[in-house]
T-cell receptor
Framework: EPEVTQTPSHQVTQMGQEVILRCVPI?????FYWYRQILGQKVEFLVS????????KSEIFDDQFSVERPDGSNFTLKIRSTKLEDSAMYFC??????????????FGQGTRLTVV | AQKVTQAQTEISVVEKEDVTLDCVYE???????LFWYKQPPSGELVFLIR??????QNEISGRYSWNFQKSTSSFNFTITASQVVDSAVYFC???????????????FGGGTRVLVKP
């Protein structure tokens, strides 16, 4: 069964450093997303990406964040200068896009980012 | 703005008991979609079920069933004859109809931790 894969599974970084979280969405999917889950809290939407551009972003997704689809398969989230409060589980997801909102999102297993 | 509320933070049951998870949502859209996701201790998010706003028929899928009531904006989820492997955090989520390129951004509730004891 096709799946979304994320690397690394766990990343520890020092405050102020840049990190890049990587995702390989399901190959025939068209929409890509990043979500964040601070430990013990709800899953929060960060950004959606379609046709090589951001289609929607939340207020969490400030100038420190950026996303990119550098080739036909990878989808990355970059945090330019990490802060302690960026520590969270980051989930990548993708959808086929059919159904204008009704298709289920397939999530990766997550990358746990720890900022020290 | 859309909002999803799961009032139950934790439910503990003994194996084989049924467990019902409550979900109440808010949205201004007339067309929307509701989902339940499971997050086992390993951390991934697993899709369970989806329901359209224009279809209030309740269904059963294996040990899962759901009760969608538009009049009360509720989308409750039941696990019948619970098993230890059902222990997880369960999230209710809402997606509004989008004809633009935004896909289906999900708004999640706070989650309900289910602990099934043997």
């Amino acid at each position: 069964e096709p799946e979304v894969t994320q690397t690394p599974s766990h990343q520890v970084t020092q405050m102020g450093q840049e990190v890049i979280l990587r995702c390989v969405p399901i190959s025939n999917h068209l929409y890509f997303y990043w979500y964040r889950q601070i430990l013990g809290q709800k899953v929060e939407f960060l950004v959606s990406f379609y046709n090589n551009e951001i289609s929607e972003k939340s207020e969490i997704f400030d100038d420190q964040f950026s996303v990119e689809r550098p080739d036909g398969s990878n989808f990355t989230l970059k945090i330019r200068s990490t802060k302690l409060e960026d520590s969270a589980m980051y989930f990548c997801a993708s959808t086929s896009g059919q159904g204008a909102g009704g298709t289920e999102a397939f999530f990766g297993q997550g990358t746990r980012l720890t900022v020290v | 703005a859309q909002k999803v509320t799961q009032a139950q933070t934790e439910i503990s049951v003994v194996e084989k008991e049924d467990v019902t998870l409550d979900c109440v949502y808010e949205t201004r859209d007339t067309t929307y979609y509701l989902f339940w996701y499971k997050q086992p201790p390993s951390g991934e998010l697993v899709f369970l079920i989806r329901r359209n706003s224009f279809d209030e028929q309740n269904e059963i899928s294996g040990r899962y069933s759901w009760n969608f009531q538009k009049s009360t904006s509720s989308f409750n989820f039941t696990i019948t004859a619970s098993q230890v492997v059902d222990s997880a955090v369960y999230f209710c989520a809402l997606s509004e109809y989008q004809i633009s390129a935004a896909g289906n951004k999900l708004t999640f509730g706070g989650g309900t931790r289910v602990l099934v004891k043997p």
